[in-house]
Each structure stands twice: as structure tokens, then as C-alpha cells.
């Protein structure tokens, strides 16, 4: 499994400190993209891990995005940074705590003394108080909100502005109107002479509080992966030169054998040698039964051994186990952009210049045209501006929304690869099946031997003598019977495989084929005598195979692959969901038209060559279709790779896998409808957060202007302004973790 896991390009990881908003994230994508040698790069405000793509100098990445205005540093090991990443969040949950303690603790206290004294006026008696008080808050603003005064002077030297910038601004803007006020208050008119100490610290605290409960909910959304992180076994016992040691599971080469009793976990990817078990496997591909494990089945690191005691053989350690590539995977997609993620990229680019400029025209209307004191509201409408408008929500609206959707399907056995995938396939209206290892087993048993003489056993030792040359599932089927029946394949000499036809070669110098009947036709060999044998073996949902010799046809042998249990109920998931399904398949029109029948299939394609479905998939766009192609073979990688969305079964070719943009870990048609359920939830989601964020800034500028004094005479205060925009990230992270509740129609792994 594990080498059919995707792994595209060459990627640095930098885990960034000092983004905060939609704004840091395209400044730092921009910086990436300004290094030489880079394609790609993005930046997940959600986990702080920015990705570039290319042939850049990982220091080269990290000097960029320092060079920005921000920290950074190179993840040697991205898949294991999640240990490192949960403590220094808990580290930072706690600081943040502090300062939020510290701040609001100073602000409340200066707002009850102000209440109790006089309130925040200045006065010749109150002066010298005031100029300490002013002092004291200056003291606490650094020490609580000195990240955001820092970021916003990075981002001024590199000609930037971002969040910081504006609660730098407005905290100090009121900060230092104060400080006039206590220093010169002759110069103000007397009912000008108001300080706003507490508003300062009161703002920081409330951000502060925000953002501790902000990293607190994000730490929720990353769940799948640490779920994933879990399944790691720390240690293998390892049989060499006849002894059993413990080892740490790095220590554990390709090669050694491992005992695993039951209840233990499986340490690393590798080949049963000795024993039977059950081996739960549901973390991985959602399938909630153990499945049985015999000498020579694969098995894979994180799988609970359930019942007996297995020797294996190691095939795959460390970071090539399938654990550590769908971990790998996951986060990869988690940290990837849908296209509805890069409409906060487009405004972001424009949002705090415009809200800045939003904030020195609502200073010249209050200045120019509002009611005395003018200064005084002219500072509290444009910090208030400042301060509400900060766009954390709208960053976040997004990556939030991906990491917890990607780690959902994970659940189900859905691996998502990117963002486009996750979004694209909520719009679906066409699914395309394959039929061999995806509507049915993949393991077909013939079922019918006909022979034009009568002599099946003659019929059968030609008929193996052509496919044990061949690896195609039909041909294995054919050997499996003669085997079992003592028919010992003849010595077929010459042997040639014809995609989508058939088999040949020549025996005793005559030339025999083997396969469809259009193929044996258009080579001239009549087939009529076996029309009503062939009629039994198609309505019965087998596949005829035509043997012929020269030009006389042989007999028919009947192929048929058993529909998987639920494939007829996936179905009836996708019709429910309105979308409709196809099935193409190289088979028959008889055989395919039985299958469709029994599992409700809406439309079907028969004898279609292996070329002809990618021809299909941009056909049915081309109507208006949006089209997801499901297969697990290698002739289905170009349709795979021509749909709007391709899936692949897990089980299936590592071709098809790397040509899918969804690999659905366990061999059900369940999880192409449960991957289409999570991402309209997903997508649903974002639009809810998109919305709260747009809302909260087109209602939140206005009002925070101004715009309701004139009627009603009510201006909005700046620690308000601050209470709102921590809220309105929280909201957006506490939405985006709503998804986590989220249940498919079906329970992970069963059958209606």
C-alpha cells in the first residue's frame, strides 16, 4: 500500500511564528515565491506551517520569510513535528493567558479607580496619578502586547501592514492621546481631556483572551492526525541470530522478523511468516471489523493485532510505512487551498490599507463635522475602526474549515490529496464506475466450460496453456480452474497479450486465441455455435471467453466476478446525494446491462477499450457534467487523471492511485458518497465562516464609524471594537470545528 501513496515533488516545510491574518499569509506565500527555483507555495494560517514547492535552498526559504517580517524555520520532519507543535502551543496558551490576565487586570482596575475618582478626567490635583498610571500601562502593553507592536514595525520596514498593524495602531493611538491629555491638558478643551489607559489594555487583554481560546480550539481540528500519530508503536520485538530483543521502533531494519501478540500493535509495514490473527485495520482504511491474516498477506504499522500471535517479516520502516505516508498525505492536504480559500487571499491584499484609509476619512468627517469634543471622537471613532476591522476571522475562514473536513475523511478511509479535490467533489453530478475491482470483487472463478466436442478437460488445458503467460485477474481464474480440475496447461509457444481483446499464441503451430467475441469475429472465426452458451453466461452477469483455434471456434468459458456486498447500496447513497452513475467496462453488452440492473446502475458502456474511458469522462463534461471517475486498475489511469475528481480504490494499481486525486484506503464504493458528504459539509462550512467574517467587517466598520451617533447617538466603544474581533475568530474556529460531529448517512464500514 504504502508505495502507492503519493508523494509529489519536492517540498520544504517552515513552521512560520508572527502570521496572525488573511494579509501575513499572502505577504509570506509572496516572499516564497520571490526565491529562485520555487512553483509553489502556501501558507496554513490554521497550523502556522507555510509549504514550497520547487528546487529552492530550504534556508534560502526561511532567510525569505524572515526577511518579511516574520520567524521561521526549516521542519527536517514535518511528520513528527506534531509532538513538537502541541507543546509549544500549550506553552503559548499559557503566556497568552498571562498577558491577557495582566492587561484586562490593569484595564478593569484603572476603569473601577477611574469610577470610584472622579472618572478618566484629568485634573491639576489627578495629573502627576495619571502620568504614573500612563507610565504603568505603558510598561503592560509591552509586556502583553509587545508581539503585536513588534510585528507591526517587521511589517512597516518591509512595507507591509497586517493585523498588528492595526491593533498597534489603535491601542497606541489612544495610548498616546492619553498621554497628551495627562502631559499638556491646557491644550485641550476641558471636556477633551478624557484618558483611555484602560481602553489600551483593555483591548490587548481581550485579543489576548481571544487568541488563547482561538489556539485552544485549533489544537481540536488537528485531531485526526494526532489520532494517526497514535497508532505509532514506540517499540518491535525483534527476532535476531534466534533472539528476542526490544527494540525502539527506529531501530527496526527491513528484513528483521517481529513477534506481535494479540493486543499489541504492529511496529512497521510488512509480510505474515508465521501464524494466523484478526488485525484490526479500521484507523487506517474505516473498515470496522478485523480482517483475517494469514502467512503471506501484507500487513501495515498501527493495525491492532486482535487475536492470535504472528512472526512477520518487515518490508517497510519508518517513514515508507503506509501509516507514515497517509499521515504525510493528510497533513499535505490539509495545509492546501480550495479554490473558494483564495477569494480571502484576493481581498486580503487590499483589506488593511483600505481599512486604514477607512479610518483616517471617519477621523476628518468627526474632526470636520461631529459634535464637540471633535478630538475626542475623532480618536475613539478611527481607533475603534482600527481595531474591530483586524481580518483574523477571514483568514482563518478557510484553513480551519479544510484541516478539520481532510482529517474527516481520513476517518472514513478517505484520503483527500488537495484542496480542489475536497471542493470539487461536493459539486459532482456524474460518477463513473469501473467494473472489475470496483462494483464487483476483482476476484473472478469460471463458472461455465462449453466445449463445441464436448471435451471440456481438452478445452481447458488450451485455455490455461494461452493465460499462464497472461497476469490478468480473467486469466488467473482460468488457471485456478484447470488446476483444480488436474488439466495441465499445454505448451503454448509465442504467447502475445492484446489490451482490451484478448490472448494468442500458437500451439503445435497453429495459432489459438483467446477473448472477446468481437475480437475473435473481426479475425473472421465464426462463433454462432456458441451464441446461446455465451447468451446464459452474460445474462448471468459472467463475461464468455472465446476460444479458437486457426479459424474453428473451441468452446466459450464463463468468467464472472462477484458484485461486492454493497456496491448496490453505495449506489442508491450517490442517487440520494443526485448524482448520477455509469458504469464502463470492457465487457459485454449482455453482462454489463445484468450488473447494472442488479446494483441500479442508470447508464452503462460496454466493450469499451481501455483508451475509450478517458474519451467517455470528457465526453460526459462536455455535456455539462461535473465527473468523478472511480477505478483501481491501470487502464483506468487516464480517465482517472481526466476527471474533475478521481478516485481510486485503495486496493487497487499504484498507477491508478498516483492518477486520483482521492484514494479511498478500503476496496467499498461507500466511501466515494461518504468523501461527496464530507465535502459539501466542508464547503457548507466555509461559506458559513466566509459570511460570519464579511458580515462581521461590512456591518462591524460602519457601526464602529460611527454611523448609528447621528440617529441614535451611539458611538461604539474601542474595547467593544476588541471584544468583537476576538470573538469573531473564535466563532470562526468553533464553527470550523463543528465538522468534527459530523456523521456520513452511513456508519464508518457498514452496510445499510
Known sequence: MTDRLHNAGTQVHLAVSGASCASCVRTIEQALLSVEGVTTAHMNLADSVATAGGQADPDSLAKAVSSAGYSAHVLEDPDTAQDNKDAEDKARYRTLLIKMTVSLGLGIALMVWGMGFGGMMVTPANQLTWLVLGGLTLVVMIFTGGHFYSGAWKAFRHHNANMDTLIALGTGTAWLYSMVVTIIPGALPEMARHVYFEASAMIIGLINLGQALELRAKGKTSEAVKRLLDLRAKTARVIRDGEEQDLPVEQVRKGDHIRVRPGEKLPVDGVIAEGETRIDESMLTGEPMPVSKKPGDDVSAGTLNTHGAIIYEATRVGSETALAQIIRLVKKAQGSKPEIGRLADRISSVFVPSVMLIAVLTALVWYNVGPGPEIVHMMVAATTVLIIACPCALGLATPMSVMVGVGKAAEYGALIRQGDALQAAGKLSLVI????????????????????????????????????????????????????????????????????????????????????????????????????????????????????????????????????????????????????????????????????????????????????????????????????????????????????????????????????????????????????????????????????????????????????????????????????????????????NRLRLFKTTLPKGGNP
Open 433 to 736: 464506475l469501473d467494473k472489475t475491482g470496483t462494483i464487483t470483487e476483482g476476484h473472478p472463478a469460471v463458472t461455465h466450460v462449453h466445449a463445441v466436442s464436448g471435451d471440456q478437460h481438452r478445452l481447458l488445458c488450451l485455455a490455461a496453456g494461452l493465460e499462464q503467460h497472461s497476469e490478468h485477474p480473467l486469466a488467473e481464474a482460468i488457471v485456478t480452474q484447470a488446476r483444480e480440475e488436474n488439466a495441465s496447461p499445454d505448451a503454448v509457444e509465442q504467447f502475445e497479450a492484446l489490451n482490451g481483446q484478448g490472448v494468442q499464441g500458437t500451439f503445435n503451430g497453429t495459432v489459438v486465441r483467446l477473448g472477446n467475441r468481437r475480437w475473435l469475429e473481426a479475425a473472421g472465426i465464426d462463433l454462432s455455435v456458441l451464441a446461446d452458451e455465451a447468451e446464459t453466461i452474460a445474462r448471468q452477469a459472467g463475461t464468455p471467453l472465446f476460444l479458437a483455434e486457426g479459424d474453428r471456434a473451441l468452446g466459450v468459458i464463463g468468467v464472472a466476478d462477484a458484485i461486492k456486498a454493497d456496491s448496490a447500496a453505495a449506489i442508491r447513497r450517490l442517487h440520494d446525494a443526485g448524482v448520477r452513475v455509469m458504469m464502463v467496462t470492457g465487457d459485454v453488452e449482455t453482462t454489463a446491462r445484468a450488473i447494472a440492473e442488479k446494483t441500479g446502475i442508470d447508464d452503462f458502456r460496454s466493450s469499451v477499450l481501455p483508451e475509450d474511458k478517458a474519451r467517455i469522462v470528457e465526453e460526459m463534461r462536455q455535456q455539462g457534467y461535473v465527473v468523478a471517475m472511480v477505478g483501481d486498475g491501470i487502464n483506468d489511469a487516464p480517465a482517472l487523471a481526466a476527471a474533475d475528481v478521481g478516485f481510486a480504490i485503495g486496493t487497487g494499481t499504484d498507477v491508478a492511485i498516483e492518477s486520483a486525486s482521492i484514494t479511498l484506503m478500503r476496496g467499498s464504493l461507500h466511501g466515494v458518497p461518504d468523501a461527496i458528504e464530507i465535502s459539501r459539509a466542508t464547503i457548507r462550512n466555509i461559506h458559513q465562516n466566509l459570511f460570519g467574517a464579511f458580515i462581521y467587517n461590512t456591518l462591524g466598520i460602519p457601526i464602529a464609524a460611527g454611523v448609528l451617533y447621528p440617529v441614535w447617538g451611539i458611538l461604539m466603544s474601542p474595547i467593544l471594537a476588541g471584544a468583537a474581533m476576538s470573538l469573531s475568530s473564535v466563532t470562526v474556529v468553533t464553527n470550523a
